[in-house]
Structures are given as C-alpha cells and as structure tokens.
C-alpha cells in the first residue's frame, strides 16, 4: 500500500496568485543577496514557506509543482506527516548526544537497517555523517586506510561533493574548482560510462601511469547526477567490480543522489546486482534532515577508535527521520518511484516526438533527464535555461544537470495527476518555443 498522506491542504496542482517574484518573495531575496555568499547557484527566486507531498507554498501563498525534492532530498514528500511526528517525538526527548562519544539507539537502529539492506555479501558496517560530501570524503579516508594505498579513480562528469578531498574526486565543473588548488593528489578522472574509457585505464593507465597495486579505491556513480543523469553502458559497472577484484582495489559506490529508493530500489547499484565494497549515501536518506552514511563490508571497516569521527553526524533526530523513511520507502514509494518514473518517461517521449529539440528521456525511476538541442544539433544551455525560467512562472520547479539537460527528480509520492500537470506545463512551454 502507497504511503502517501491524504489530508492535504495545498491544492494538488499549480495555483499562481500573484506575478512572480511576489512582494513578500522580492523583499526576502533582496535581504538575501546582502548577507548570504554570493557562490549558491540559484536559478529563480523561489522563496519558499511550507511543503507538502509534492507541492510548496511561497511566502506570497503561490503553490508550485516541485519535480526536484530539493535536489533529489525529500524522498518520502515535503512534510510526510509519519516522518514529521517521528522527529517531533525524538526531538522532544533527546535532540543530541554526539554518537562519536556516547550510545543512543536510534543511531544504533539505523545502521541496523542498513546494515542490512545494503548490497553486500555479509551485513555491512555504518558510520554516520552529515552530508554527501562528508560521506565520500569518509569513504575515500577508509579506502586509503584499509588498502594502505593511496591513488583513486574517479569519472569526469562526476560530481561527489565541495570540500577537499570530495571537489578532487569531483570532475564536473571548472568553476568548481578554479583558483581552489591544490586540491588533493593521486585522483586520475577517466570518462564515465563507457567500455572504451575502461579499456583505455586496463590498456593505457595501468600499464604506464597509474599502478594498479597502488590504486586505493575507484568511486563511480551508478547513474552519473549531476553530470546529466546518464546511465552507464551495459556491463560498465560489473566490468570495474572486475577490475577492482583483479588488482585489490575497492569499488566505491556513490549514491548520494541515486540511493534511498529514487531509482525504485534502495541503491541504483542493485539494478546491476553489481556488489561494491562501500557505499557512499546521504540526501534522501532522512527525508530532508542532514544525514548521511558510509556502509562498508564489515571486514573493511578496520580504522580504529580515533581515526575518524563527527559531533553531529548521526543525530538522533535525523536518525528516526531515516528510519521512517526506509519504513515508508518500503510501504509503497520504491513501487510508485518505478511506476511513476515509466509514466514520466512514456510522457517525455511522446514530448520528444512531437519537439524533437528535446532528446527522449533517460534514467531510471524518479531519476530522468532530456537534453535540449538547437536547430544544429548542439547541446542548447540557453532554450534549457529558459525553459526552467519558464516552468518556475508556470508554477512548476525544474532544475537542470548535465551539458544542457533538466532533470526530473520529484518527492517520491508523486501521483499520476501530478506527472501529468508537469507533462502538460511542459509541453505548453515547449509549443510557445517553437513559435
Ligand atoms: N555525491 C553526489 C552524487 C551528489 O549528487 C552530491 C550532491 O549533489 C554530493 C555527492 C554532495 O552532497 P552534499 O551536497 O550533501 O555534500
């Protein structure tokens, strides 16, 4: 049975009342543009005030249709009533302790579940963190320490984070990088998704620049993100667990934004049966709250007391948010994540058909991206752009990844009738285009 909550009060589809920005919206990101960093990437001023399922309210009382979970988070819908009083409860008992120092046993639970759950052949171990970033920058420490090496493979293309050892993993964007360095050493970026880019590192690499005895860790994205959604050849991600078990390496598996049901299974790995050695996650995992986990084999968990730790990572609150949500994952929004992923896709490709500007969509489950083309055929960042402009003043929430794709990545309780709105919104947009 679907979970999702039937007494909402905001109106299931788009209801504008006011021009966008509205006053109260303007007002707050001028106050905005004053006092945060001016490096956060904001596409259009959406200021919002309250969330349910799938819909968000603005503080001038506009609702949007939101199709990006504020970027692939709140997995089990904005507000899930089940998540909300489990947090409400916990909070009212313990908001934190530090599970680095002391013991409480929500933290001890979760990591039961995903212990359990994760893909590998005997349970796992967990340890908790805050964030995606924090959860790779973690995982290539543990790679490092168990392997005793210190060389990492990475994929342009790849986003895993913005501190330092996650930015170096990173192989996205220049402007994520530039005048940062040094960044860390060792990490080689190779192309994603291809047999070719792995034959050139077996063929290549291996045999002149990167000793494969010294390669610590290759981190791959089941289903490259932010890079544009792309799903890797068949065959890509079994032929690096190859790889990796030919040389000692370990396969370290990020999906902090293909994880926690988006692709209809708990990780996108699992639609490969591909085991890793460790899995990076964060993101959906608490519905919303900052969480995120490293799960490793337990063999390779071997770094003693000391070597690694947080304050906050693991906060009780957060912890019952994620047990929820891997209740609710279970209950039905894994399922609907599959079906209405298809509904999207089969409603994208007959957009395609129509606006052939507009490649056929790609992904898996609430994880689907089309590309925009120019009349030429070349990648088209601005008709992208203004497409996502457009659909914000239609009361839709888009948000672009990739060369020049948008990504669908809606709350995980997204209906029927609710895919359609953004199909409709979408081929309104896209008919004006060609006009
Ligand atoms: N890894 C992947 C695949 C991501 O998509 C992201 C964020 O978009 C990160 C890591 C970094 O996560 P965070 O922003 O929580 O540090």
Redesign the pocket.
């Known amino acids: 049975m679907l979970s999702i909550p039937t007494n909402q009060s905001l109106p299931r589809a788009p209801q504008l009342v006011t021009s966008l920005p509205g006053k109260k919206a303007l007002a707050i990101v001028e106050r905005d543009r004053t006092v945060t960093s001016p490096s956060y990437t904001r596409d259009y001023p959406l200021v919002v005030a309250r969330g349910e399922g799938c819909m968000l309210e603005d503080v001038d009382g506009n609702v949007f249709l939101d199709m990006t979970a504020g970027?692939?988070v709140t997995a089990t819908g904005h507000a899930h009533p089940e998540v909300v009083k489990e947090i409400q409860s916990q909070a009212a008992r313990l908001l934190h302790m530090s599970g680095t120092d002391f013991y409480y046993e929500p933290m001890v639970e979760l990591a039961e579940h995903l212990a359990i759950r994760a893909p590998f052949p005997h349970g796992g171990r967990v340890f908790f963190t805050?964030?995606?970033?924090?959860?790779?920058e973690g995982a290539m420490k543990l790679a490092r320490y168990y392997t005793k090496r210190s060389l990492i493979v990475a994929f342009l293309g790849?986003?895993?984070?913005?501190?330092y050892g996650?930015m170096s993993l990173?192989g996205s964007k220049t402007v994520q990088r530039a005048h940062f360095g040094p960044l860390v050493p060792g990490i080689t970026h190779i192309p994603y998704g291809t047999h070719a880019s792995l034959d050139h590192l077996e063929q290549q690499l291996f045999n002149t620049i990167l000793p494969p005895h010294e390669v610590a860790a290759i981190i791959v994205?089941p289903i490259?993100?932010?890079g544009g959604y792309i799903v890797p050849e068949d065959g890509f991600l079994a032929r690096i667990r190859d790889i990796c078990n030919r040389h000692g390496i370990l396969m370290v598996v990020?999906?902090?934004?293909?994880g926690m049901g988006r692709t209809g299974r708990l990780f996108a790995i699992e639609h490969w049966g591909v085991m890793p050695d460790i899995i990076?996650t964060?993101?959906g995992l608490a519905s919303g709250l900052?969480l995120?986990a490293i799960l490793a084999r337990p063999e390779l968990m071997t770094w003693p007391p000391g070597s690694h730790a947080t304050t906050f990572g693991g906060n009780p609150v957060a912890c019952v948010a994620a047990i929820t949500t891997l209740r609710l994952l279970d209950s039905g929004l894994m399922s609907n994540a599959t079906q209405m992923g298809e509904l999207l896709k089969a409603g994208l490709t007959k957009l395609h058909e129509k606006f052939p500007r507009m490649s056929r969509p790609r992904g898996i489950g609430l994880m689907v991206a089309v590309d925009l083309f120019d009349a030429d055929g070349n990648y088209d960042i601005r008709l992208r752009d203004r497409i996502i402009q457009s659909a914000f003043l239609h009361g839709l929430l888009l948000l672009g990844c990739g060369k020049a794709a948008i990504r669908f990545c809606p709350p995980l309780v997204i209906e029927p009738d609710q895919i359609q709105t953004a199909l409709d919104i979408l081929a309104e947009i896209l008919h004006l285009e060609r006009e």
């Open positions: 970027i692939a805050n964030s995606g970033a924090e959860s790779n790849a986003f895993h984070g913005r501190t996650a990173t994205e490259q993100g932010e990020d999906e902090v934004q293909s990076t964060a993101k900052p995120g």
